[in-house]
């Protein structure tokens, strides 16, 4: 620092005093000159590059904004889908609902159908057994008053000594004999 006040000295210059020259103020043409370029520089900063940088500004501000609205659109979108789609999950939810409760009506209808038709199906068989065994038993009868009335004839043929040869004597002695059989059979019951 010695040195700098050295120099000033031996040019003859003074150090900063009340009127005079400073160190740290340059001359006035030298602000002058500077201000000059400086104010140039700053026009045409001011009329070409704000400008550009303005609208370069802008620009990104419409693009950050139109994103803004388009995630905004795209969100709305969204809501909307599924809004739509939790209504329609809801809907065949419901519908699944009534499928089921349909099939088990159809169900509970089917089985009280096939309840009905196999409760036919057994009185059909209950009523052809009964008819089977009352033909059967009829056949049996029928037999038995064969069987009984020739027995009834050999026995009357031994008693009597005789033939009873007459169809219509064997008729009538096996119709008695099956009528007096069947009302000791009931007063029996």
């Known amino acids: 620092m010695n ?25 006035s043409y030298d602000i002058v000159w500077s201000l000059i370029p400086f104010l140039i520089i700053l026009i045409v900063f001011a009329m070409f590059v704000i400008p550009k940088f303005q609208e ?27 809004e739509k789609y939790n209504a ?6 419901a519908e699944a609902a ?20 196999a409760e036919e199906e057994a ?3 209950v009523a052809g057994g009964e008819k089977q065994l009352e033909a059967s038993r009829a056949q049996v009868v029928a037999e038995l008053r064969s069987d009984i ?11 009597l000594g005789g033939e009873l040869s007459e169809s219509t004597k064997q008729s009538s002695t096996i119709d008695n004999f099956l009528s007096e059989l069947d009302s000791v059979a009931s007063a029996g019951k």
């Open 3 to 27: 040195n700098v006040f050295y120099y000033l000295a031996a040019e003859g210059e003074s150090l900063p005093l009340e009127g005079g020259n400073s160190l740290l103020l340059p001359k």
């Open 88 to 93: 329609q999950l809801a809907d065949a939810r």
């Open 149 to 159: 009335g020739q027995n009834s004839i050999n026995l009357a043929e031994k008693l």
């Open 123 to 125: 009185r059909r068989i």
């Open 98 to 117: 009534e499928i089921r409760e349909q099939a088990r009506e159809r169900g509970k209808q089917i089985e009280a159908e096939a309840k009905t038709q």
């Open 56 to 82: 370069l500004l802008q620009e990104r501000e419409d693009r950050i904004e139109g994103g803004i609205k388009r995630a905004e659109a795209q969100q709305a979108e969204a809501k909307a889908a599924l």
